[in-house]
């Protein structure tokens, strides 16, 4: 009985290696497929990352060029506005030059005629100077009206971008 005990127990002990190593090689099979799906998962995961990054630098490029044009747009009104303004002056300087070079069209010796002529030409330099003064306050009111114009701009475009609602447009 000693030999057919060995043998059943060798039976056994065969059967019982060989459901673990069957057991150790179907562990190691669902490893590889896991970590196969895992893997896939991760790849899918960073391709739509990187998808989404190179959207949104598209976006950004395209509003910094809308941007960029924009700015331009508004230097070149405002280059404009200037141009024109500086030409009213000139313009009006001009004409008070004219007016002060020609001659005195009243009776000479007459005092009263003489000082109201002398204070309209002093309130045509005065007008002359304020217009000036007045051209160079409205160019810089004209310059932070196009940066405050800017910054609302930029501030509309960060707060949509920050809901979701990229600018793009």
């Known amino acids: 009985m000693n030999g057919r005990a060995l043998v059943i127990a060798a039976a056994i002990l065969g059967a019982i290696v060989g459901v673990k190593l069957w057991e150790s090689h179907l562990i190691a099979k669902g490893d590889a497929q896991g970590a196969a799906r895992v893997q896939a998962a991760w790849d899918a995961q960073e391709d739509a990352r990187s998808q989404a990054t190179a959207r949104d630098n598209a976006i950004k490029f395209r509003n910094a060029e809308r941007t960029a044009h924009e ?18 002056v000139r313009g009006l300087r001009a004409e008070i030059a004219r007016l002060n070079a020609r001659p005195d069209p009243y009776p000479a010796g007459d005092a009263g005629l003489a000082a109201c002529a002398g204070e309209a030409a002093t309130a045509r330099e005065l007008l002359g100077e304020s217009s000036g003064a007045y051209q160079q306050l409205a160019a810089e009111a004209d310059g932070l009206r196009d940066q405050v114009i800017g910054l609302q701009q930029f501030a509309r475009d960060v707060c949509r971008a920050g809901t979701g609602g990229a600018i793009d447009r």
């Open 71 to 88: 700015d331009a747009k508004r230097e070149a009104a405002r280059a404009a506005r200037d141009a024109a303004a500086a030409a009213a």
